[in-house]
């Protein structure tokens, strides 16, 4: 009797499965665009600049900045499981490892060709507001968050070892349309308490020095509820004032879904002597860490922007009406890894 049960669920298993693997993909939707990056794009609209400098043991190869806080040793011992240490020596650089889409539409994926996911509703429906270069009215958009790590997609320069969170693949982390406290302020509100102690004069004043020293290309880390001239991290919800300029909007919702990221021990630390051996879990965002390029509707090819840099500086103008008003972005994340031999 247990194995005639035994065999008829892995049939009824096998025929799900079966029917699963046969249903068609979804469609493109005429009202989601198509970002294309899975095309020449891929290669063209790229800041391959950014990727420098490549430091090996010391020496940089190619110009570009280190952010403030990363690793200045040049040879590093890491141990084993066993206790056993292996000495090494230090490879940093920048890294291209996350895509994040922000959209109006629910379910819309400009990543996956324009498609519509089969999740979401119409009460998830965002808008970039309407208010003109003031905060009279509110924005909303749903973010997707995905693994892109584009240096082993493309086989280029890269060490297994230094692969802080296995991400080999493309890949789905995070729909917003699933996440309750990013459509409700004040869930997010529970879910983040110390946002009760951040809303004061004080703290709000202290954001100012952040957006000069973001604006100059280095974030004050300390600073964590800060986003710069984009406005504050708290609380991490979807919902923010408009400011009129869509690329600020958008830099804010994704700033605001990597700082939760970090709360809830789904992003990792990658810079600085501390994560020479591995990844630590860094519950709070260290903003010099990270940089941001647009890649769609109007890609940064040149240069990418630190997280509270103004729009002024990098792309104000890097919306367009209707369609490209949904945005996606290039995460970099500097990377600090020691090579063992």
Not at 35 to 52: G, N, P
């Amino acid at each position: 009797m247990g194995q005639a049960t035994s065999t008829r669920c892995f049939s009824a298993l096998l025929a799900v499965l079966l029917v699963l693997w046969l249903r068609p993909l979804p469609a493109a939707d005429p009202g989601c665009p198509d970002a294309e990056l899975f095309s020449e794009k891929l290669i063209t609209d790229i800041c391959w600049a950014c990727v420098f400098p490549i430091r090996i043991a010391g020496a940089s190869l190619g110009g570009g900045e280190r952010p403030d806080g990363a690793s200045d040793q040049v040879v590093c011992v890491c141990t084993d499981g066993l206790g056993v240490p292996h000495p090494g020596f230090v490879v940093s650089m920048w890294e291209p490892v996350r895509i994040v889409e922000l959209t109006r539409a629910p379910a819309c994926s400009p990543a996956l060709g324009g498609i519509r996911l089969p999740l979401g509703s119409r009460r998830l429906l965002g808008t970039a507001g309407k208010a003109e270069w003031d905060a009279s009215d509110i924005g909303f958009y749903n973010y997707h968050w995905y693994a892109f790590p584009l240096l082993v997609l493309l086989d280029l320069f890269y060490e297994d070892e230094c692969n802080a969170d296995g991400m080999l693949d493309f890949d789905i982390l995070y729909l917003s349309e699933l996440d309750p406290t990013w459509n409700n302020g004040e869930l997010a509100f529970f879910t983040n308490p110390e946002a009760a102690w951040l809303a004061n004069p004080v703290a709000l004043a202290a954001c100012l020095s952040d957006a000069a020293a973001a604006s100059a290309g280095e974030p004050i880390d300390s600073l964590f509820w800060c986003a710069g001239t984009w406005g504050l991290l708290y609380p991490f919800s979807g919902a923010a004032p408009n400011y009129g300029a869509r690329p600020s909007e958008t830099s804010l919702a994704a700033a605001r879904a990597l700082a939760a990221l970090h709360r809830r021990g789904l992003a990792r630390r990658t810079m600085g002597d501390a994560a020479l051996c591995g990844a630590p879990i860094e519950p709070f965002l260290y903003k010099s860490q990270y940089r941001l390029s647009m890649f769609y509707p109007l890609p940064e090819t040149q240069s990418n922007h630190v997280i509270g840099e103004s729009v002024f500086r990098w792309g104000a103008h890097r919306s367009l009406p209707g369609p490209g008003e949904d945005h996606l972005y290039l995460l970099w994340r500097w990377n600090d890894c020691c090579v063992t031999f």
